[in-house]
């Protein structure tokens, strides 16, 4: 008996060590954090070929991490490289042509749209020298953690 259950749990192993498949799990990469995040959706080769890795980047979405701030009212400005990044004609740059820096900041959407007098778009990219201008503006009661003074 032992030795049947042995050989059945080789079987599937092999099975399972098939690098292409003809499902496979889709993923999105966030277009304010950069990261690689799934999407939940599963992708089926209509053909039922085995032709995709285990997991297949389809293209740019929000992540849950940063769609859960969004929810909240934030907006997030993802500072980027201008030396590194790729403008389009009109100024706008695309999620796949910035070059993030890694520095996010989160602001309330009603604050942004006092500091640049408009309203931001949920997600922005803005150049090192606005991340620097924003933290010197930003009022001391927008940080985390604060800790009450006790007088
Ligand atoms: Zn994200």
Redesign the pocket.
């Known amino acids: 008996m032992g030795k049947e259950n042995e050989s059945m749990r080789t079987m599937t192993q092999r099975t399972s060590n098939c690098t292409k498949s003809y499902v496979t799990l889709e993923q999105n990469v966030?277009g304010?954090?950069g990261?690689t995040f799934d999407t939940n959706a599963l992708l089926m080769d209509m053909r039922l070929r085995d032709t995709f890795e285990h997991h297949t980047v389809t293209g740019f979405g929000?992540?849950p991490?940063?769609q859960k701030k969004l929810d909240d009212g934030f907006i997030l400005l993802i500072e980027i490289d201008p030396s590194k990044s790729e403008r389009m004609p009109n100024g706008n740059i695309r999620p796949q042509d910035a070059y993030r820096t890694g520095v996010v900041i989160q602001v309330k959407r009603e604050v942004a749209k006092n500091i640049f007098n408009t309203p931001m778009q949920d997600i922005s990219f803005i150049d090192p020298d606005v991340t620097a201008k924003l933290q010197s503006m930003m009022p001391k009661e927008e940080k985390e953690n604060k800790d009450e003074p006790t007088a």
């Open positions: 966030c304010a954090c990261k929000t992540c991490k940063c």
